[in-house]
Nanobody, 122 residues
Framework: VQLQASGGGLVQPGGSLRLSCATS????????MGWFRQAPGKEREFVAG????????YYADSVKGRFTISRDNTKNTMYLQMNSLKPEDTAVYYC????????????????WGQGTQVTVSS
């Protein structure tokens, strides 16, 4: 599966952005999906995950209550709604996919998109 992340940009603290991850192929609904992010000089970290049907979601503590992950299997697309953004949310955001459920570590995802930059600054 090929992944294409989009929707990043520059936003002020407290603002919102919605990221999208479009996928190719007809097997999108077979994959468990996740969002990760990587800030300059830091390791890539887990942000949120969603199971194949969208019935189960899980989040990093740092984004819980502010970010919402979702997916539309009819459009082969996953989303990350980000609200109440903070400067520390600044990073390149990556979407990832794998057949195995419940992953929150980089090595648990076999497929990655190219990333989209999110900058939170006044």
């Amino acid at each position: 599966v090929q992944l294409q992340a989009s929707g990043g940009g520059l936003v002020q603290p407290g603002g919102s952005l919605r990221l999208s991850c479009a996928t190719s192929g007809r097997t999108f609904s077979s994959y468990h999906m996740g969002w990760f992010r990587q800030a300059p000089g830091k390791e890539r970290e887990f942000v949120a995950g969603i199971n194949w049907s969208g019935s189960s979601t899980y989040y990093a503590d740092s984004v819980k209550g502010r970010f919402t992950i979702s997916r539309d299997n009819t459009k082969n697309t996953m989303y990350l709604q980000m609200n109440s953004l903070k400067p520390e949310d600044t990073a390149v955001y990556y979407c990832a996919a794998d057949y195995q459920p419940g992953g929150s570590r980089v090595h648990e995802y076999a497929h990655w998109g190219q990333g989209t930059q999110v900058t939170v600054s006044s």
